[in-house]
Structure formats: C-alpha cells, structure tokens
C-alpha cells in the first residue's frame, strides 16, 4: 500500500465537508493543514522544480481567505442568472 493513499483519501474527505473553505472550524483547518503537510512530507519537490511541476489550470478546492470564497460565490451567483 503506498503511504499516500491513506493521507490523499483523508484529504478529500475533510475537504469534501467545508465546502471550500466556506464552514471551515478551526479545528477542520487545522486537520487540513495536517493532511497537506504530511503529504508534502512523503512527496517532496525540489524547489527548483516546482514552477515546472505545477504549471497548469489549477481548479480550488480550499482556501481559508475569505476574500477567495466571496468572489467565488460572487462568479457562481453571476453563472445561475444567467
């Protein structure tokens, strides 16, 4: 069993709950940021590889910036009236 399986399918579980980052608890935060540490951990990227390794469209699944959660329910109200 790769190590990682376990941490990524944790993930998505507590992500899946906060909805975003919208009803995030500190404690759910706090769980999250666990997760995503733990998984840096075991799945390193040198530093001067990261820019190549992640270029890309990136689609978010969670932030605890409310400015970002605003502005997408913003764009999602704007998408539904149309």
Request: aromatic share 4%; with cysteine; net charge negative.
């Amino acid at each position: 069993d790769d190590p990682r399986d376990d941490l990524q399918h944790k993930l998505w579980h507590l992500l899946h709950q906060v909805h975003r980052g919208r009803i995030s608890s500190k404690r759910q935060t706090e769980e999250i940021l666990a997760q995503i540490r733990a998984l840096e951990r075991i799945c390193p990227t040198e530093s001067s590889q990261v820019l190549n390794r992640i270029s890309g469209n990136w689609e978010l699944l969670w932030t605890t910036q409310d400015s970002v959660i605003s502005a997408q329910q913003d764009e999602q109200g704007k998408d539904a009236s149309r």
